[in-house]
Nanobody, 122 residues
Framework: QVQLVESGGGVVQPGASLKLSCVAS?????MAWFRQAPGKVREFVAA?????YYTEAVKGRFTVSRDSAQTTMYLQMNSLKPEDSAKYYC?????????????????????WGQGTQVTVSA
């Protein structure tokens, strides 16, 4: 069993940056960030299994990374927009992806964190 704890969320203005962290209690082969805004379905943001994968809406603005121990994942978010406002969830899994189709599917992941809120507002 792997426990995940997210941190780093907050309230920022459009154009600002935030860095989210996800600390895992054990190693996993893959990790990802998803987000969910009120009234919307949970959506894929970014994932890493050695390679990195991003949804189109965040390409060029967000960067996902892991530490060398592969127990902490980060999401550097730059040029934030109001539409980035959501609760961001960390996920971890036992398999590698092979494609963004697998990386972006919630069913790929075995463990989920409780989420951290990101609000982008003027």
């Amino acid at each position: 069993q792997v426990q995940l704890v997210e941190s780093g969320g907050g309230v920022v203005q459009p154009g600002a940056s935030l860095k989210l962290s996800c600390v895992a209690s054990g190693r996993s082969r893959s990790m990802a960030w998803f987000r969910q805004a009120p009234g919307k379905v949970r959506e894929f943001v970014a994932a890493i299994d050695g390679l990195t994968y991003y949804t189109e809406a965040v390409k060029g603005r967000f960067t996902v990374s892991r530490d060398s121990a592969q127990t902490t994942m980060y999401l550097q978010m730059n040029s934030l927009k109001p539409e980035d406002s959501a609760k961001y969830y960390c996920a971890a899994g036992h398999q590698t992806f092979g494609s963004i189709i697998t990386a972006s599917s919630a069913r790929t992941y075995n463990y989920w964190g409780q989420g951290t809120q990101v609000t982008v507002s003027a």
